[in-house]
């Protein structure tokens, strides 16, 4: 009986510990991400709100985040008890991905590769089928 209740013991707290962790990682990434995109709120901030949105934690008494803006790249740490995550990312930028696309584009008017009538009927679903 004592064997069954340390290992349900030792189970419960490493579900804990493996929940705590995966909510700290997750939390770190959504704030890396939205450090990517806001661009007029202070990053220390955002850190500071990840922190505050961990709600209930099962074995780790605090976890830290923080994170950095260094040469166009958010940089974002997390840390726990027993545990460290580091992720890293550029900042978003829309304009250089619709200059891209914008250049796409206007490559395929200059080589005649558009799609034909027929074609972007059957790609979005409104074309009839024999």
């Known amino acids: 009986m004592v064997v069954v209740l340390l290992s349900v013991a030792v189970t419960l707290h490493e579900a804990g510990r493996l929940h705590d962790e ?3 990682a997750m939390n770190l990434h959504e704030a890396v991400e939205k450090g990517r995109h806001e661009r007029y709120m202070d990053i220390e901030v955002i850190g500071l709100e ?3 949105n961990m709600g209930l934690r099962m074995s780790f ?3 830290q ?3 950095k803006n260094s040469f166009g790249r958010i940089q974002g740490e997390g840390r726990g008890s027993n545990w460290r995550k580091r992720i890293e990312s ?3 930028r829309p304009e250089r991905f619709l200059r891209q696309i914008t ?3 206007s490559l395929g008017d200059k080589d005649g590769d558009k799609l034909s009538t027929g074609d972007e009927a059957q790609l979005s679903g ?3 089928r024999e």
């Open 22 to 24: 995966t909510k700290g």
């Open 50 to 52: 990840a922190e505050e």
């Open 61 to 63: 008494p605090s976890c």
């Open 65 to 67: 985040i923080s994170l």
């Open 90 to 92: 550029r900042e978003f």
């Open 103 to 105: 250049l796409i584009e």
């Open 126 to 128: 409104g074309g009839t």
